[in-house]
């Protein structure tokens, strides 16, 4: 069925630490892959995708590994910041063509000064 | 840079009372789409529309939700009879390339 799940609700790092949020998904068929970052009271902001014909693609500060042999996607974030305390989501796309994205129930990222 | 943005920030209804939540995508994207998230949970998918018409929708979006482009620029969500079970913040999304969608800040209903 459609889920995408997050193994843990909380994750409290230390400033400057690396942070590691993980995801798993049930879908076979998803193709696409996006982390999103919701501040509070604000709308999800794109941080970085995926696609499945990857592994690893990485970012300002942030990477992305998707393992599909387990169904595993996981963000890193490095030397987190107080900035990026916030509830990350990943979503996956199913391969519809309306671009229909199913989230994740989110992880809450909390930065230590 | 451009940005999603949506009208009210919050809406307080009466149940039974129709609401309309406005949207205005990015400029120059083609897929538009309405997600809404109740408090503490997962963002959820409501519906997509292209080429002015919906091209998918889940099971949420009943008969007592509607979409609507009425010009070149908006974008409304209309719920025509509100339940207690509608309040949530509601996003309005749209993309142009195959795979990023931009969200905007989202509209907080409260049905009372």
């Known amino acids: 069925g459609e889920s995408v799940g997050l193994h843990l609700p909380t994750l409290s790092v230390q400033e400057g630490d690396n942070s590691i949020i993980n995801c798993a998904y049930s879908?076979?068929?998803?193709?696409?892959f996006i982390w999103y970052k919701q501040e509070s009271g604000k709308g999800p902001q794109f941080i970085i995708d995926?696609?499945?014909?990857?592994d690893k693609r990485q970012g300002q500060r942030v990477t992305v590994l998707l393992n599909k042999t387990v169904k595993h996607l996981s963000l890193q974030i490095a030397a987190t910041q107080p900035g990026d305390s916030a509830v990350y989501f990943c979503?996956?796309?199913?391969?519809?063509?309306?671009?229909?994205?199913?989230f994740g129930q989110g992880t809450t990222l909390q930065v230590k000064p | 840079e451009p940005e999603v943005t949506q009208t009210p920030s919050h809406q307080v209804t009466q149940m039974g009372q129709e609401v309309i939540l406005r949207c205005v995508p990015i400029?120059?994207?083609?897929?538009f789409y309405w997600y809404r998230q109740i408090l503490g949970q997962k963002v959820e998918f409501l519906v997509s529309?292209?080429?002015?018409?919906?091209?998918?929708k889940s099971e949420i979006f009943d008969d007592q939700f509607s979409v609507e482009r009425p010009d070149g620029s908006n974008f409304t969500l209309k719920i025509r009879s509100t339940k207690l079970e509608d309040s949530a913040m509601y996003f309005c999304?749209?993309?142009?390339?195959?795979?990023?969608?931009?969200f905007g800040p989202g509209t907080r209903l409260t049905v009372l």
């Open positions: 999304a749209s993309r142009a390339d195959p795979d990023e969608q931009f």
């Open positions: 879908n076979s068929a998803s193709d696409y």
């Open positions: 995926i696609r499945s014909n990857m």
């Open positions: 979503a996956e796309n199913l391969g519809s063509n309306t671009g229909k994205l199913i």
């Open positions: 400029s120059n994207h083609l897929y």
């Open positions: 529309f292209y080429n002015n018409e919906i091209s998918e």
